[in-house]
């Protein structure tokens, strides 16, 4: 019973390295890639969220508010106090859905974090290879 053996030069073991090398690179560009298209996703879901509660304050809360600002005034505030503190409730609530939305943009949520730890794994293999 033999054995194949299959010899190849350094050459071709070189050039194959090269090859699974730039195989590898061109895999890494598809998945940075791809996590970058999550990250976007992401980022636009986080506008729709801050476009989404803007046009809902507008409609909503101007009733909200008006109303009770003349539930105040019944309670007996003067108008001006009463829409004022209205205003200042609506103006409370605002502040909450823009801080949310901003939080969906944050750097630290958009960086490719795989993309970053497989390149770190790729650079830490080819060092081994390379000694």
């Known amino acids: 019973m033999s054995v194949p053996s299959e010899t190849r030069s350094i050459g071709e073991l070189l050039g194959d390295a090269v090859s699974q090398l730039s195989q590898l690179v061109h895999n890494e560009i598809q998945l940075a890639k791809a996590e970058m298209g999550q990250k976007l996703s992401s980022a636009a879901m986080g506008i729709a969220f801050i476009g989404g509660a803007a046009v809902v ?75």
């Open 57 to 131: 304050m507008i409609a909503v809360l101007t009733l909200l508010l008006m109303s009770l600002a003349l539930w105040l005034v019944g309670l007996g505030f003067s108008p001006v106090a009463a829409h004022f503190t209205a205003a200042l409730i609506g103006g409370v609530i605002a502040a909450v859905l823009v801080a949310i939305g901003l939080n969906r943009l944050k750097p630290e949520k958009l960086t490719p974090k795989v993309t970053i730890q497989q390149l770190e794994r790729d650079v830490r293999t080819a060092k081994e290879i390379a000694k």
